[in-house]
């Protein structure tokens, strides 16, 4: 095979990566019983001098709801990156593919990365251009340790899918490590948090939705639990300084404690998570659990519980108050009439 041949045969497996398609080339070699011999003891052949037969591209699609899963992350704000020991070409297409790369945002300059090139930067190289890369190619399960703890410095929520042995460092390494169970080894399922069963991209999106949906409901029970318990603290304290006298007992608060906060944890858990909730940006590691916004709906529903029972404890002070006499003077009324 001249250059010419091999220049064009060497298109021909860059255009089928490009397509996304796996090549593998056939080729043979004839060789003598005595070689053949020697290759059966050592294991091991000429690997030159080999006469090309063909290529083969072997089609890898992407599964169905893939390419839905990556572009509801996407606008839940989750940026998703792939690292994959395929050349540069396979792992474009494939990521075009799945929507992880917009046609035309391959050609971005630090877009698509090798995991040699990715390597062998300092780490202030690695630092201001991991926030770019959307693919790496050629990488190893080094590169990918490097990627995680690159984004974790950078003040990012890491989530980490896997299913090798060599993936057990960056799923540990990760916020979340989530495994594949059926591909998944042993090691990368005890490394993990989370173990997707059916091995689809598509669980990713799931598992997204119900975290934010007990995030949110965690965040609901909270405003809740400030409203009822310090309407009930404020009146409390308010009415033993001024009245002296307090107008919840102590069962009345234990039956708050025990029926309603149990009523209404119940109502929350059961709470199922809407479409809303992935087009909400993602909270931020060090983003506190009650918000500002939390704080500023708690006044006035607090105000609202406070006047209802305050107007309660005063109309039941007065209605005691009427019935004092009234029972005194029955009491009377007989030492009056001798």
């Keep these: 095979m001249d250059d ?17 398609l796996r090549c593998i080339a056939f080729a043979h070699q004839q060789i003598s019983e005595d070689q053949y011999e020697d290759g059966k003891e050592d294991k091991t052949l000429r690997e030159d001098c080999l006469t090309l037969l063909g290529l083969v591209g072997i089609k890898d699609p992407c599964r169905p709801g893939v390419k839905k899963a990556v572009d509801d992350c996407q606008r839940a704000g989750v940026n998703i990156k792939m690292i994959t020991g395929d050349n540069v070409f396979t792992a474009r297409a494939i990521a075009i593919e799945c929507g992880i790369l917009k046609p035309g945002a391959e050609n971005i300059i630090g877009a698509v990365v090798e995991g040699e090139e990715f390597r062998n930067y300092s780490h202030e190289q690695r630092m201001e251009k991991v926030d770019k890369i959307c693919v790496m190619a050629r990488s190893s399960p080094l590169d990918k340790l490097l990627m995680v703890k690159c984004l974790k410095q950078k003040g990012h929520v890491v989530a980490v899918t896997g299913d090798g042995t060599n993936d057990a460092p960056a799923l540990k390494e990760a916020d979340i490590g989530l495994s594949m169970g059926i591909q998944g080894t042993e090691v990368a399922k005890e490394s993990s948090d989370i173990v997707i069963l059916d091995d689809n991209f598509a669980s990713v999106a799931t598992v997204l939705r119900w975290g934010r949906c007990v995030y949110n409901n965690i965040q ?6 400030l409203t009822v318990n310090v309407a009930a603290l404020v009146i409390n304290f308010v009415a033993a300084v001024s009245a002296g006298e307090v107008p919840l007992t102590a069962v009345q608060l234990l039956w708050v404690n025990l029926i309603m906060d149990t009523l209404g944890a119940l109502a929350l858990a059961t709470e199922q ?12 590691r060090t983003e506190p659990l009650i918000t500002n916004i939390i704080l500023q709906s708690v006044p006035l529903p607090l105000l609202v519980d406070m006047d209802n029972l305050l107007v309660e404890s005063k109309f039941r002070h007065c ?7 009234c029972s005194r003077l029955q009491k009377l009324s007989p030492l009056e009439c001798r």
């Design 273 to 284: 998570p809407t479409q809303k909730l992935m087009e909400k940006s993602p909270v931020g």
């Design 4 to 20: 010419r041949e091999r220049n064009t045969f060497e298109q021909i497996i860059q255009d089928m990566a490009a397509s996304s």
């Design 319 to 325: 209605h005691m108050s009427l019935q004092i006499p």
């Design 220 to 225: 609901k029970f909270i405003q809740f639990q």
